[in-house]
């Protein structure tokens, strides 16, 4: 196997760590919203002397557009890495890659099987690389889910920003204050969008005010439509970047260099 100059994998794990910095980076972000200015809660009695909550959101909090451009560098890198590690597969395995060679994902077993079958005719890669590959990677939908929607998420991310959403998962340390004066602990409150909900009978007939919001702890999810649709960013990220890491130490093991 002809060796490549550079030591094998260390682009790829450099690419690693750069998606690595990004994800800290959207976590940072969403750290950065956390507090009390970002929502609204508001207390109203009805005619029956009900207290009713109104909580509500700044859509705005979060700089959208600049978590979007963070998580397509973290996207971008992940790929790249299976990208630049595919050329040095290529390599040790005799083979020419050419502009064109890219890390195979599939959105089927039988997909990627017709293309590995038809590199290892063309004398790219080896028959033991197309059954790691196949059994071991298994960069489809059914066999790495991961891998199949870094290959997704990447191609979308070409195409138009991908855009979290924000919520906020849970907010604690609120109290009110009635019109004597004492001041009453609120339950934990735990939300993921708007919403109006009436207060237990402990506040029954009391005129409350918000005495203190508490802080939130916000996070960013992927939207619908999307792999990972309704999971948090970050998490999926690490997860991707998990599956990306254990993917280049299979073919360093393979080669022999881990």
């Not at 790495?144 to 959403?165: F, S």
């Not at 009635?178 to 969008?193: H, W």
Request: charged share 30%.
């Amino acid at each position: 196997m002809a060796r490549t100059m550079a030591k094998f994998g260390e682009a790829s794990w450099r690419k690693i760590e750069r998606a690595k910095k990004h994800i800290y980076d959207i976590d940072l972000l969403r750290l950065n919203v956390t507090g009390s200015q970002n929502y609204s809660l508001i207390i109203e009695q009805d005619s029956n002397r009900i207290n009713w909550l109104t909580l509500d959101f700044d859509a705005a909090a979060l700089p959208a557009p600049e978590a979007a451009l963070i998580i397509g560098d973290a996207l971008h890198n992940l790929r790249s890495a299976l990208d630049i590690l595919w050329h040095e597969v290529i390599q040790e395995c005799s083979g020419t890659p050419t502009r064109y060679s890219r890390f195979l994902i599939e959105d089927s077993r039988d997909a990627l099987e017709k293309r590995l079958i038809a590199a290892v005719k063309d004398k790219r890669i080896s028959e033991l690389i197309s059954e790691l590959m196949l059994d071991t990677v298994k960069p489809y939908p059914t066999g790495n889910y991961c891998l199949w929607a870094l290959d997704d998420l990447n191609v979308r991310d070409k195409h138009k920003l991908i855009i979290p959403m924000l919520k906020w998962v849970w907010i604690t340390g609120v109290r009110f204050e009635d019109d004597e004066g004492n001041v009453l602990d609120a339950p934990i409150l735990i939300a993921d969008r708007p919403w109006r909900e009436r207060l237990s009978m402990d506040f029954y007939a009391k005129n409350l005010t918000v005495k203190d919001k508490g802080p939130s702890a916000p996070n960013v999810f992927f939207d619908q439509g999307f792999p990972f649709e309704g999971e948090p960013v970050v998490a999926a990220l690490d997860r991707i970047r998990e599956v990306v890491t254990s993917t280049v130490k299979s073919f360093e093991t393979f080669f022999g260099f881990a």
